[in-house]
């Protein structure tokens, strides 16, 4: 983590004090900065940006509290909740989303999502692809490519490329204190190589377990021991446009570091990308306490101190999200669960509820339903809705039927994702589940075709798009599927 102090000044958070600007990885196992100096995609001035928000529930959301109730059901299905009216009729949600009922008619849910694996991971939400043991999977599955397959935001970092030159086309946001996803990192670039891996803003020092493609452990390793935050105590950013005393202090950083050998081969390129970086959209776009106290807190975010961990950091990430995707960002994902967000033990998940299922929901849904529904609006009053697509989803639901722990297991035969935005025809469900919500019942939607949709609304025609992966072999990017109908 890199850290550069700011001036002293008065925030959204109310407290008058010196800011910092924190730039993680800064290519030192994550995407590379020299990346950022790609030529910008030609975009024609009547075209308006389209960018793709993914927000991911990791652990596995329980479908039947959320978005598919069955009130009819018996007790042992339905649960605790009840199911509230929404903006549009005939769509209900759970008690617990007051706020989401009421944007209902800016949002469309699919209650019949299907393809998921018994596998906590989140590599086919972040790819629409099953996994290889290269990237978290236990069990080996043919026909993956080497390298592993590249997530949604290095796909669109390839195919579209930088919107501006000091923007990363992908950027991948976590609270700084988790390894916010199960076995997938929200960065993985898979065979598109680590210049298409997303910018992390929020790296940390990871001493847990990281599932990256291509990664070996010894780099894994080298990779957290380098990764503590550095400060460069004699720039700030008044001084950040001086781009010699930048240069200076940067060659200290790296004489610092160069020992690990994770600089290797850095060049002038890199510096320079470094500089574009920290003085442009970018930091911008990180510096969220700038947003007026009352937008703050439509977002869950307190007019105190923040809290180092807790609800209004996860909430953060919402509005980070906003402005990134306002200043260019093609693709920003994110990742929503309670607190503690770190693995208490290998079976340890964010949404993982084997037990207290409602106990967790009580403490989970309203500050999801703060997060989503302030994201949405706010979208929407800036005038960016039309451009932006959102897709909120994890990988798998939750059994129908609650176990002896008032919990619900793991069910990949049926599940839901809502999506937002991006001209898609909204205020509408998609798909339905049988009255025990154990599988779809009539047009049943694979995460792939979530995927051929978003790429739909990029102006990426997914059916004829191929990617090669590092033996030249080109793969699909959705293997057929075509984008969901209803929506497009």
Request: charged share 20%; proline share 7%; aromatic share 6%.
């Amino acid at each position: 983590m890199l850290t550069i102090p700011g001036p002293a000044a008065r925030f959204c958070d109310g407290i008058a004090r010196r800011s910092f600007l924190k730039i993680g990885g800064l290519g030192f196992g994550g995407a590379s900065l020299a990346d950022l100096l790609r030529a910008e995609n030609p975009e024609s001035a009547g075209n308006r940006q389209k960018s793709i928000i993914m927000i991911l529930l990791p652990g596995g959301p329980p479908h039947l509290d959320m978005f598919d109730m069955k009130p009819s059901a018996p007790a042992e299905i339905r649960g605790e909740f009840q199911p509230i009216a929404s903006r549009v009729p005939g769509i209900d949600v759970c008690e617990l989303m007051p706020l989401t009922a009421g944007i209902m008619d800016k949002l469309a849910v699919v209650r019949s999502l299907h393809g998921g694996l018994n596998d906590h991971n989140l590599h086919q939400c972040l790819t629409g692809w099953e996994t290889h043991p290269q990237q978290g999977d236990s069990v080996a599955r043919p026909g993956y490519p080497p390298g592993g397959w590249p997530s949604l935001g290095a796909a669109v970092s390839k195919l579209q490329g930088s919107r501006h030159p000091g923007v990363p086309p992908f950027v991948s946001l976590s609270p700084p204190n988790a390894e916010s996803t199960t076995r997938a990192s929200l960065n993985q670039p898979g065979f598109l190589g680590i210049g298409h891996a997303g910018f992390e803003p929020n790296r940390r020092k990871r001493n847990d377990i990281v599932y990256k493609s291509g990664v070996s452990q010894k780099q894994v390793k080298r990779d957290a021991e380098s990764s503590a935050d550095i400060v460069l105590k004699d720039i700030s950013l008044d001084r950040l446009g001086d781009r010699r005393r930048l240069l200076t202090s940067f060659d200290r950083l790296r004489r610092r570091v160069d020992a690990s050998g994770v600089m290797e081969g850095m060049d002038e390129i890199n510096r320079q990308a470094l500089g574009i970086l920290t003085s442009g959209r970018l930091a911008n776009a990180l510096a969220w306490r700038n947003e007026e106290v009352a937008l703050c807190k439509k977002y869950g975010i307190p007019d105190s101190a923040m809290p180092v961990l807790g609800g209004a950091e996860l909430l953060k990430q919402f509005l980070v999200a906003r402005r990134l995707v306002q200043v260019g960002v093609r693709c920003v994902t994110l990742a929503f669960s309670q607190w503690p967000l770190e693995r208490m033990s290998r079976g340890g998940f964010n949404w993982d509820w084997h037990s207290q299922n409602f106990k967790n929901a009580r403490d989970t849904l309203p500050m999801l339903d703060v997060g989503l529904s302030a994201l949405i609006e706010d979208l929407a009053a800036q005038d960016m809705l039309e451009d932006v697509s959102v897709v909120m989803w994890g990988e798998f639901g939750r059994t129908p039927k609650i176990n002896n722990t008032a919990g619900r297991d793991h069910w990949p035969n049926a599940g839901s994702v809502l999506l937002a935005g991006g001209g898609m025809k909204v205020g509408q469900v998609v798909g339905s589940t049988n009255r025990l919500g154990e599988h779809p019942q009539d047009r049943p939607v694979h995460f792939r075709e979530v995927f051929a949709t978003l790429y739909h609304q990029l102006g990426i025609n997914a059916s004829h798009t191929t990617l090669s992966d590092l033996r030249g072999r080109p793969h699909p990017l959705v293997d057929g599927r075509l984008p969901i109908r209803e929506l497009v």
